[in-house]
């Protein structure tokens, strides 16, 4: 990988930014919420990418981050009536809890075993949110009324079910956490992350706690995928187990490989790509998961680098 | 019904579990063992059996028998043969790499999940037994054809325990599973065992499959119990130990039979996966199994 210039990086991923922003005011009404839906979904995926891409970590439970997110906000909300910024740095917090519980069961396991722990939790996690259906509403979920969704700062009022406001904020929180990883993975502690990736016996023997950095790898992991769900939760007004599904964890698996793990842009991609191809091809079929399917499985065949990767290997050897 | 017919009836429900488990387990383990792969579509593959005898037993008609005793035979077969394609396909293009791996299986669960789904559809159908005697204890009847499904798997376990120990076969799958570079070097066909263990596991699958559709239902989503069963299994019982398989899965059988019958059986599957999760966490060998290599 070539040394990628500081200016050259940033002022790359603030056009994508500016893009995504200008976008806001040109998009149908359709593409407009998809689109805010999608700037949600990629910051999970980012969370997610954050592990797997630069730590080498496969996780299959990413989905109980999520959904701790979605739930701690979502039923802060619902429950105690709390307010807006209240719940959401309530489903944070229920997020980077679990994920240091979790990052220190299961990282004291590695490879296959990682994955399969990983699994598990996550399968607890979500039977948990069905068993106590009294609260979650379990298989049906629950909504968050739209009285409850109005954020108060100062004098001003924001309704969150308005579309305007909500692309905004789920681009206000795309662009902080994109900038954010984009920081940290340049930083020395992720140049540590790539190195414990590369070879964590080496990395060992320099000197570095490998296990505190994979922790705090998982623990910040986990936290970006909460306030991803907490997120959802707020914007969208629904919070349900399927989210807690095994399939959540895979979907973003799917994403970060189809963009390019271990790039800043390819969770983006990979999030963009995915949901306007079950989009479009919803159309004239409802097998959505045999795309999925074929999908994964072409990927890991003929461009395990995603399409990021791919760009990065071929012509722009600077991408982040 | 007192309480210690209740619990009989449970460990009868328990013992049928484990008999099917303890089936597709094994072909999970054989997979995991030989192959180091984890075959995360190994729970479509018992799906897959349980559809097919269901369409071989609608298609044949006559006695109910005639249809069960040509799904036990053709459905197994028609499965192993999927996997098979499936392995030399993909699984062998990615060079058995285990993450590369386990994401493919992946793609292969949402493809045979949603072809079943396009093809069979939603619905969960009956197959009838090939026989229905009922065996008549003194505090309730019991299904015979139940206790014939543990005697089968009981059976087909032993058979495949020979067939590993006793013959060419078996210890051509063993010599690759202990050390697959020196099997190469000594001329065994590592890649023609690996086509045909990846069949195999399938094939133990869709014969469990077949073995409980009559008692309960075929239906396109019920791999994924069975995957997180078989999982649970292989892992308390250390993987590539058959004989901790057998054991895993008559304890997690009995355990899920008695816990269901007293407690719900959500929670039951909450205390399953979250022991098993600490098991992998703090002994990674599992409970029978020895330290790895």
Request: proline share 4%; charged share 10%.
């Amino acid at each position: 990988m070539t040394e990628a210039s500081p200016a050259k990086a940033y002022s790359l991923h603030l056009g994508v930014i500016a893009l995504l922003f200008a976008l806001s005011f040109v998009l149908p009404d359709y593409h407009h919420g998809l689109i805010a839906r999608i700037m949600v979904l990629a910051v999970f995926a980012m969370g997610y990418n954050l592990l797997f891409g630069y730590v080498g970590l496969l996780s299959l439970g990413h989905a109980m981050f999520f959904a701790a997110g979605l739930y701690g906000a979502g039923l802060s909300v619902y429950h105690l009536g709390w307010s807006v910024p209240a719940a959401f740095l309530a489903g944070i917090a229920c997020g980077a809890l679990l994920a240091l519980v979790i990052g220190v069961l299961a990282l004291r396991t590695s490879g296959v075993a990682f994955m399969i722990v990983t699994m598990m939790f996550a399968q607890v996690f979500s039977l948990l949110m069905l068993y106590f259906a009294v609260w979650t509403g379990g298989d049906q979920g629950l909504v968050v009324q739209q009285a409850a969704r109005v954020l108060t700062l100062g004098g001003t009022t924001l309704d969150l079910t308005n579309p305007t406001v909500r692309y905004m904020s789920a681009l206000a929180l795309f662009s902080i956490v994109l900038l954010a990883t984009l920081a940290v993975v340049r930083s020395r502690y992720g140049r540590v992350l790539v190195a414990v990736r590369e070879n964590e016996e080496r990395t060992k023997m320099l000197g570095y706690d490998t296990f505190s950095n994979k922790l705090a790898a998982v623990v910040v992991s986990g936290t970006i995928c909460a306030a991803s769900g907490a997120a959802y939760a707020l914007l969208f007004g629904y919070v349900g187990s399927s989210f807690a599904s095994v399939q959540y964890s895979i979907l973003p698996l799917l994403w970060v490989l189809l963009g390019g793990a271990a790039t800043a842009l390819g969770p983006l991609i990979g999030t963009l790509f995915m949901y306007y191809v079950t989009d479009i091809t919803s159309g004239f079929t409802s097998a959505y998961l045999l795309i999925v399917g074929v999908a994964l499985i072409l990927l890991v065949l003929f461009f395990p680098k995603g399409i990021m990767g791919s760009i990065r290997q071929r012509w722009l050897g600077w991408l982040p | 019904m007192h309480f210690g017919p209740h619990l009989l009836l449970a460990a009868l429900e328990g013992l049928v579990t484990s008999a099917v488990l303890a089936l597709t387990a094994l072909g999970l383990s054989l997979v995991f063992g030989v192959m180091r792969v984890v075959n995360v579509a190994h729970g479509e593959f018992f799906m897959l059996g349980a559809v097919l005898a269901w369409a071989l037993s609608t298609a044949i008609s006559g006695h109910p028998a005639l249809g069960f005793v040509a799904a036990l035979v053709i459905a197994p077969l028609i499965v192993g043969a999927v996997a098979l394609v499936a392995e030399r396909m993909v699984l062998r293009r990615l060079n058995y790499n285990p993450e590369a791996t386990i994401v493919a299986t992946i793609g292969m669960l949402y493809i045979i999940q949603q072809l079943a789904l396009t093809f069979y559809g939603p619905e969960a159908r009956p197959v009838e037994p090939p026989f229905s005697y009922r065996i008549l204890l003194p505090w309730f009847g019991y299904s015979g054809y139940k206790l014939s499904v543990v005697a089968a798997s009981a059976l087909l376990l032993v058979a495949t325990w020979l067939v590993l120990t006793r013959t060419k076969v078996g210890l051509l799958m063993r010599a690759t599973q202990y050390d697959s570079e020196t099997a190469q070097a000594f001329g065994i066909p590592v890649d023609r065992v690996y086509g045909g263990v990846f069949a195999l596991g399938a094939m133990l699958a869709a014969i469990a499959a077949v073995l409980i559709v009559p008692i309960s239902q075929a239906h396109y989503l019920m791999g994924q119990d069975p995957l997180l069963l078989s999982f649970i299994v292989v892992i308390i019982g250390g993987l590539g130990s058959l004989r901790g398989t057998l054991v895993a899965a008559v304890l997690i059988g009995l355990s899920d039979g008695i816990i269901s019958m007293f407690f719900s059986p959500t929670l039951a599957k909450i205390i399953a996966t979250l022991v098993v999760a600490m098991v992998l966490v703090f002994r990674p060998q599992g409970l029978f199994g020895t330290a790895s290599r």
